[in-house]
T-cell receptor, first 115, second 113 residues
Framework: DQQVKQNSPSLSVQEGRISILNCDYT??????FLWYKKYPAEGPTFLIS?????DKNEDGRFTVFLNKSAKHLSLHIVPSQPGDSAVYFC??????????????FGKGTKLTVNP | DAGVTQSPTHLIKTRGQHVTLRCSPI?????VSWYQQVLGQGPQFIFQ???????GRGNFPDRFSARQFPNYSSELNVNALLLGDSALYLC????????????FGEGSRLTVL
């Protein structure tokens, strides 16, 4: 039972253009969503997050949009740069987990930004 | 500042053996979590520890155990290794209450033959 789904295993974009990475979730108890970026041979790095009480959060070139009714979120990167090439993981958590801060991750989307 | 450090970085074991993986969190972080990442999948939650107490456990068999020490470092132990335990084991530390903003180490790559 995959509660967090990233249906696109890969995405290729030209430098300077917008990258849009999508994520769907099934558990309505999730109330906090995060994006992590992972380079080869490194651990995932936190990128940006959004609470379920918001529908948009922006940090520089990165913006996350949340559509609660559709149980869908997306990460927009504008403009895309070659250094953004990495695997991007969508993750979700629920506050009511007995104090646990367990994250549920999607399978990831490999983004390639071509010069 | 030192990030999350894990050891060993790579190891090879045979079926039935036991393995211990170690993690040192970022200074000041009292919460440590362990995740397993199998090739082609996202990280999967194994354990979270805070102040030496288990805060959460994922859907893993009892062969998996962990503990946290007074200095907040942590160990993950896996007994009776199976081929399917081959994976990247990630340790993450955090300040409790930061809603999942975890700081991950580079991981320990375990291969079971």
């Amino acid at each position: 039972d995959q509660q967090v789904k990233q249906n696109s295993p890969s995405l290729s974009v030209q430098e300077g253009r917008i990258s849009i990475l999508n994520c769907d979730y099934t558990n309505s108890m999730f109330d906090y969503f995060l994006w992590y970026k992972k380079y080869p041979a490194e651990g995932p790095t936190f990128l940006i997050s959004i609470s379920s009480i918001k529908d948009k959060n922006e940090d520089g070139r990165f913006t996350v949009f949340l559509n609660k009714s559709a149980k869908h979120l997306s990460l927009h990167i504008v403009p895309s740069q070659p250094g953004d090439s990495a695997v991007y993981f969508c993750a979700a958590s629920a506050a009511t987990q007995g104090g646990s801060e367990k994250l549920v991750f999607g399978k990831g989307t490999k983004l390639t930004v071509n010069p | 500042d030192a990030g999350v450090t894990q050891s060993p970085t790579h190891l090879i074991k045979t079926r039935g053996q036991h393995v211990t993986l170690r993690c040192s969190p970022i200074s000041g972080h009292k919460s440590v979590s362990w995740y397993q990442q199998v090739l082609g999948q996202g990280p999967q939650f194994i354990f979270q520890y805070y102040e030496k107490e288990e805060r959460g456990r994922g859907n893993f068999p009892d062969r998996f155990s962990a503990r946290q020490f007074p200095n907040y470092s942590s160990e993950l132990n896996v007994n009776a290794l199976l081929l399917g335990d081959s994976a990247l084991y990630l340790c993450a530390s955090s300040l409790v209450g930061t809603m999942g903003e975890l700081f991950f180490g580079e991981g320990s790559r375990l291969t079971v033959l």
